[in-house]
């Protein structure tokens, strides 16, 4: 049996599935990828048990066949050919794959295509097509503080909620969360509310920024996303009681700062830098102070270790009481790199101090950025 592709349509579909290929995996059919060829079409998917990538290309092939084949290694030699080339696949069987482009060929081991995890086939009621500009927008501020892991909990996933009108996608880790807003497809109306696996979120991420549409199918307990001859699969997140951060955004904040972004985001790496050098015995972690000064709010961080500590003063519009806050540098600066805006409000109760900061740009409504806050007086 031969199959027959194009190296430039190859190469793109390898790329396309390989972020799925983890580094450490424990089952050895998933460092492979599954080729399947039949009609003049092959199919090349990466699985993780909880994802799958396909990407289809054009193919001759004297006969459908199936086979898996290491990815990275299949990549390597893929990526190292010429464009205009074609790669030839003479399968041998069970056990090897003979692999041919002009005077290059090689013999490389497979597995059996019936030890790679099926395909997700889910019944998906819920169907829309949605603006790739928009969804990127709420899905980076969304993952910002999505968490990714094997316990189970409210902060676990990306949470899509439709509500009032909107799509809500809210991420959070127990530190930060952060809130989304972008229009409601008319093809999920009605959808529950569902959480999705960050790793899975990260995939559409990547692929948005190429496209304008992205067609996104839901289900009870899975998801489908397609762009023309590329198709993710993923498993949804069981959580009990998913996360809804709206009360927490709606307290009332009587503190407002406006800094510049850039001033602000470098001042706060300025200070970072010493508490990153002191390592992970480094006293309250990474706080960052901020208190009231002449020219507007002093950033500071506590002594640390033998007493390394830094501080800047930097320009701020000041609205409301006096205060000091102590807030997780870290968190915010990651925050920062999403906002990325020419003026920032950063806004805290100095009555309640157990009311999440609030960041977002200036004048934006549809992103923000909660953070329970070490301290405020």
């Not at 993780?48 to 390597?76: G, M, W, Y």
């Not at 920024?209 to 489908?224: H, Q, R, Y």
């Not at 000091?324 to 100095?350: C, F, P, Y």
Request: hydrophobic share 40%; net charge negative; charged share 20%.
């Amino acid at each position: 049996m031969t199959v027959v592709a194009e190296v430039r349509e190859l190469n793109r579909a390898l790329g396309s599935v390989s972020g799925l290929i983890k580094s450490a995996n424990t089952i050895a059919v998933l460092d492979n990828v599954l080729l399947e060829a039949s009609n003049s079409l092959l199919k090349v998917t990466g699985h993780d048990l909880s994802v799958s990538i396909t990407e289809t290309i054009p193919c001759e092939a004297d006969r459908a066949t199936a086979f898996t084949v290491n990815a990275l290694h299949l990549k390597q030699i893929v990526s190292s050919l010429p464009n205009g080339a074609q790669v030839a696949f003479d399968y041998e069987g069970e056990t090897a794959v003979n692999i041919q482009s002009g005077r290059y060929t090689s013999r490389m081991p497979i597995l059996p295509a019936a030890d790679f995890p099926p395909h997700f086939n889910f019944d998906t009621p819920w169907r829309a097509t949605l603006s790739t500009k928009d969804l990127r927008r709420a899905l980076e501020c969304a993952m910002a503080s999505g968490k990714d892991g094997h316990e189970i909990t409210k902060y676990s996933g990306i949470t899509f909620r439709p509500r009032d009108g909107r799509l809500e996608i809210t991420g959070g880790n127990g530190i930060m969360i952060s809130i989304a807003w972008t229009g409601l497809p008319d093809g999920w109306a009605h959808m529950p509310t569902f959480v999705a696996p960050p790793g899975a979120m990260k995939q559409i991420l990547d692929k948005s920024t190429s496209i304008d549409e992205i067609a996104i199918d839901v289900g009870e307990n899975g998801l489908f996303a397609t762009v023309g001859n590329w198709k993710l699969g993923s498993k949804l997140i069981d959580v009990a009681n998913p996360l809804d951060a709206l009360s927490l955004f709606e307290m009332p904040r009587e503190r407002l700062l406006r800094s510049d972004g850039d001033t602000f985001a470098a001042a706060l790496r300025r200070c970072m830098v010493v508490i990153e050098a002191a390592g992970k015995d480094a006293l309250n972690g990474s706080q960052i102070r901020v208190k009231q000064s002449d020219i507007g709010v002093l950033l500071y961080t506590p002594p640390i270790g033998t007493g390394a500590k830094a501080e800047e003063a930097i320009e701020v519009e000041i609205e409301g009481p006096d205060f000091i806050a102590k807030l997780n540098g870290r968190q915010i600066t990651e925050a920062l790199k999403i906002v990325a805006a020419d003026t920032v409000e950063i806004s805290m109760s100095v009555e309640e101090p157990r009311t999440p900061v609030l960041l977002r740009a200036r004048g934006e409504t549809d992103r923000v950025f909660l953070f329970a806050p070490v301290g405020v007086q």
